[in-house]
């Protein structure tokens, strides 16, 4: 049966969704840290919890080259005609794996094949592990290409954090301002700009959907809640207020690469055949 046990450890209660291997809800004690939806079947709200691969956030117009070869995606962001947020967030996910060791920790394992298909021609065996114990929730991702050609790749969570007070800190000197097709813009310090969040200061009415980089500290936390990884993995994180996009929480989502990576190239991983590539990150309670 495909079906993810909860997982309860350390004080923290997790369930994940073979849909998307989404995190769809993390509890520590009788607090909610990320916001919570019902697994019915339905489209994910806001692609709340899912791993986006194999890539993060957009692919501008849904058409990339790689290797001298120009490819199409399908345009699943059709009020701006971009390819968003992957190819794995909302397919069903294989559970392969699952172990609980009473109160010390638990995780599962789950599995998906990304297939060849038009615009991405390309195979990947995927595997995330969701693993609980008293530090936190951590979600690895492994990848490795078990085709004939390189593939393009790259990786992050979704998750909608639910913070007890206004409060932000991200250690990144640099912001990637969007346009307002949101796609990279201009790579700016945060210096003298309202996306200073070096040291830990309210959000406010501060309008946040863009990538940070130049990170001092592989975490970000809002109101009680991180998220923690390392930066020589995950050199980016995508910072975007709920309310400015009618959701609510904040969601802060590590990244292998900026927006749009597909077509700038900047830290796009390129997986040669056989080559595997593995990214961690992990919320917890401050």
């Known amino acids: ?33 990320v916001t919570t939806w019902e697994d019915s079947g339905g489209p994910i709200p806001y ?28 345009v699943t962001e059709p009020e701006r005609g971009h390819a968003l947020h992957g ?29 060849p298909a038009p615009g991405y021609p390309f195979t990947l065996e995927l595997q995330v592990k969701h693993h609980l114990d008293a530090s936190g929730l951590t979600t690895t991702v492994t990848a490795r290409n078990t085709g004939q050609e390189a593939a393009p790749y790259g990786v992050g969570p979704h998750p909608w954090l639910l913070p007890d007070a206004d409060e932000l800190e991200i250690p990144a000197s640099q912001v990637l301002l969007a346009d307002a097709a949101m796609l990279p813009a201009e ?7 309202p996306y200073d969040f070096r040291k830990p200061r309210a959000v406010g009415r501060t309008a946040i ?21 390392d ?44 080559d595997e590539h593995a990214a961690s990150w992990t919320i917890s309670v401050v």
């Open 1 to 33: 049966m495909n079906v993810c046990p909860p997982l309860e450890a350390g004080g923290y209660t997790a369930e994940v969704s073979p849909r998307g291997a989404a995190l769809r809800l993390l509890r520590h004690g009788s607090r909610d840290l």
């Open 231 to 274: 930066p020589a993995v995950l050199p980016w994180v995508q910072v975007c207020v709920g309310e400015q996009v009618g959701y609510h929480g904040l969601a802060i989502e590590p990244m292998t690469c900026p927006p749009d990576a597909f077509n700038s190239g900047t830290d796009l991983v390129v997986l040669q055949p056989g």
């Open 87 to 115: 190819l794995v967030s909302a397919a069903e996910w294989r559970v392969v794996e699952h172990l609980a060791v009473e109160d010390d920790h638990a995780f599962v394992r789950l599995a998906h094949t990304v297939a």
């Open 47 to 74: 692609y709340a919890g899912a791993i986006l691969a194999p890539w993060p956030n957009r692919v501008g117009g849904a058409r990339y080259t790689f290797g001298g070869v120009p490819y199409e995606l399908e």
């Open 187 to 193: 790579l700016v310090d945060v210096a003298g700009t």
């Open 209 to 229: 959907d863009h990538a940070f980089t130049g990170l001092s500290a592989g975490e970000a936390s809002a109101g009680g809640v991180r998220v923690s990884w």
